[in-house]
């Protein structure tokens, strides 16, 4: 079945730091990826996505480019920020087969920026 | 505003007792979904339903049950069965099946406390 296996954390950065979240995926078909962010005690929120290969998501910064070929999406951003503490998640949603868009997450990556 | 509505932020049940939680969403999405998460994991699949009076069982719904009567509605009961019900409770809805519109938008959560 399809999974996400992201970096372990926590990951602890000093504020304009770079940031790389590996995560990889195994899938059957085309997924679409994503990422998420949650700030503490609430739900996620979409951070940005791409769907297909080659496809680079951008958003507030963070990058990530969908990279068949090594089955990966990782989250890049050039310089943290205090603000960007939270715990990332890294997930696919098979568009394909089912067609009921289950999304298959990663475990989490929890990021804390210092000043 | 558009958005998906949880409710209540947090809920404590005595153990024996069932226990419903709220979704609301006013996007006119089609698909909406319950998934659970426990500390330090991703999310996983609880029930998801594609259109009114229609819903299916994820991964782990056993304990759980789901209606759907109205579009923007999509309960979650915690029954006395479920086994470990404490844990952070998240709502998602789509606009539909595939392709471009694939993307899930998350409610701020439940967390339930069963004592």
């Known amino acids: 079945g399809d999974s996400v296996t992201q970096m372990e954390g926590p990951v602890t950065l000093s504020e304009e730091a770079f940031l790389t979240i590996n995560c990889t995926y195994t899938?059957?078909?085309?997924?679409?990826l994503f990422w998420y962010v949650q700030y503490p005690g609430e739900g996620l929120q979409l951070l940005l996505k791409a769907t297909k290969a080659d496809d680079k998501g951008s958003n507030k910064g963070f990058e990530a480019t969908y990279r068949k070929e090594t089955t990966s999406f990782h989250l890049e951003k050039g310089s943290v920020q205090v603000s960007d503490s939270a715990v990332y998640f890294c997930a696919l949603s098979d568009s394909g087969g089912t067609s009921y868009g289950k999304l298959t997450f990663g475990q989490g990556t929890i990021l804390t920026v210092h000043p | 505003d558009g958005g998906i509505t949880q409710s209540p932020k947090y809920l404590f049940r005595k153990e024996g007792q069932n226990v419903t939680l709220s979704c609301e969403q006013n996007?006119?999405?089609?698909?909406m979904y319950w998934y659970r998460q426990d500390p330090g994991q991703g999310l996983r699949l609880i029930y998801y339903s594609q259109i009114v009076n229609d819903f299916q069982k994820g991964d782990i719904a056993e304990g759980y049950s789901v209606s759907r009567e109205k579009k923007e509605s999509f309960p979650l009961t915690v029954t006395s069965a479920q086994k470990n019900p404490t844990a952070f409770y998240l709502c998602?809805?789509?606009?539909?099946?595939?392709?471009?519109?694939?993307?899930?938008?998350f409610g701020p959560g439940t967390r339930l406390t069963v004592l």
């Open positions: 899938a059957t078909g085309y997924p679409s």
């Open positions: 998602a809805s789509r606009v539909g099946a595939g392709g471009q519109q694939d993307t899930q938008y």
């Open positions: 996007l006119n999405h089609d698909a």
